[in-house]
């Protein structure tokens, strides 16, 4: 009977050591490489990419970022980090052309267009491009429960401001490396005025100024937003100075209506607002305590 006693106190002396989490253990922190995972609800644009002949679900889902995370203890149970990544994923086409002959007041091929269509059978046909280009630049701080000596659960959440950009690139046949630098627009003197041609010059008049045909075309479309992920994570010291944290959260970011712009530089007024949001899961192999 007293042999039973003894065990079972031992027992239960060695099972609550287990969970007895010291307080200096709470003190320090890690740095690590932290890809991750996002399954996106939507890519924004996706209706538009796809008049263009783009396949949107041939964009990588999950959607992979990559980046970089530390973190370290501040007080109690309570720990703050930070995390910074970019990922990105394209999808292009080559579209099947039907050349004819534009013969309507209104712009496009329109039923009952003079002549029948035919197919483009030269070797310069476009190319399509799609690329999208999630960044982000957080901060985080979560809530520690210690659940065994190397062994810990916390709770908590990244804010901070992210990018999405979708760049379109359309590009007919191949280019060359003095065309890429080549004016658009005219010729320059040695004065650094740019000389622009015109079919008519009238008096008082000015013309529109237009580039000239060029071998492919960019657009990107770029905006910035406050992007906000509670997540749950695990952490497991299994080497002195290496552990394992993964997390699984919920990512949500809201660009508002009219936030986008175009090259970097001009507003698109009637942009739609867009999320990026759906379910995330981050991976990260660390050093520290």
């Known amino acids: 009977m007293k042999n039973n006693i003894v ?15 010291p307080v200096e253990d709470f003190f320090g922190g890690g740095i690590g490489y932290s890809p991750m995972y996002i399954s996106l609800d ?6 538009r990419l796809a008049t263009l002949g783009l396949k949107t679900e041939d964009f990588k889902d999950p959607f992979v970022i990559h980046g970089g995370e530390g973190f370290a203890h501040v007080t109690g149970k309570w720990r703050v980090g930070g995390y910074a990544g ?5 999808i292009s086409t080559i579209p099947d052309i039907m050349i004819y002959e534009e013969s309507g007041q209104t712009e496009g091929y329109q039923s009952g ?4 269509p035919q197919d483009y059978t ?11 280009t999630f960044s982000l630049g957080a901060f985080s701080v979560e809530y520690v429960l210690p659940l065994l ?3 810990e659960l916390s709770g908590g959440a990244l804010l901070g401001l992210a990018r999405a950009s979708i760049a379109v690139d359309q590009q007919t046949g191949t280019p060359k490396w003095d065309n890429t630098f080549s004016n658009v627009y005219g010729t320059f003197d040695s004065t650094g005025a740019l000389y622009y041609g015109v079919d008519n010059l009238i008096p008082g008049v000015m013309p529109v100024i237009v580039p000239g045909p060029v071998p492919g075309l960019l657009r990107d479309v770029s905006a910035t937003f406050f992007n906000f992920q509670p997540y749950v994570a695990m952490k497991w010291q299994f080497l002195e100075r ?26 698109i007024g009637d942009s739609p607002m867009a999320a990026i949001q759906g379910v ?7 050093i520290g305590l």
């Open 280 to 286: 995330a899961f981050r991976t990260m192999l660390y």
């Open 122 to 132: 030269e070797f310069f046909s476009p190319t399509i491009q799609a690329k999208f």
């Open 7 to 21: 065990i079972i106190i031992f027992n239960l002396s060695f099972a609550l050591g287990q969970f007895g989490y």
């Open 42 to 47: 939507s890519i924004p644009a996706a209706s």
């Open 149 to 151: 000596q190397d062994l």
């Open 242 to 267: 290496v552990g394992l944290r993964i997390s699984v959260g919920f990512n949500k970011g809201t660009i508002g209506n009219g936030s986008w712009s175009l090259n970097g530089r001009t507003k």
């Open 86 to 90: 970019i990922g990105a994923s394209s």
């Open 113 to 116: 267009e003079d002549g029948t």
